[in-house]
């Protein structure tokens, strides 16, 4: 079984940076599809990125994330750029080993989450 935890949230500016990671325990990593999520308050947690035999990334974070993983590590990247205040958000990790990516349903575990939050 493997267990998920994210880090790297915080607190950032408009136009910057932040990293997050997911580390895995467990032997199995590499052969889980993972995928990044995050839930705004009052909204709905929706799909942001996810890295499996391709990557795939929502339509509003195109050019600015991109998700890697080690799987040597454990470990799966979002490095998110040019921050925006609707990114504000928790982060959730997830692992799954269906193809759906972009579907919450593919995914049976999940991390606790990490905020993030961008000021302006």
């Known amino acids: 079984q493997v267990q998920l935890v994210e880090s790297g949230g915080g607190l950032v500016q408009v136009g910057g940076s932040l990293r997050l990671a997911c580390a895995a325990s467990g032997r199995t990593f590499s052969t889980y599809a993972m995928g990044w999520f995050r839930q705004a308050p009052g909204k709905e947690r929706e799909f942001v990125a996810a890295i499996g035999s391709s990557t795939r990334y929502a339509d509003s974070v195109k050019g600015r994330f991109t998700i890697s993983r080690d799987n040597a590590k454990n470990t799966v990247y979002l490095q998110m750029n040019s921050l925006k205040p609707e990114d504000t958000a928790v982060y959730y990790c997830?692992?799954?080993?269906?193809?759906?990516?972009?579907?919450?349903?593919?995914?049976?575990?999940w991390g606790q989450g990490t905020q993030v939050t961008v000021s302006s």
């Open positions: 997830a692992a799954g080993r269906g193809n759906h990516y972009t579907e919450r349903y593919n995914y049976g575990l």
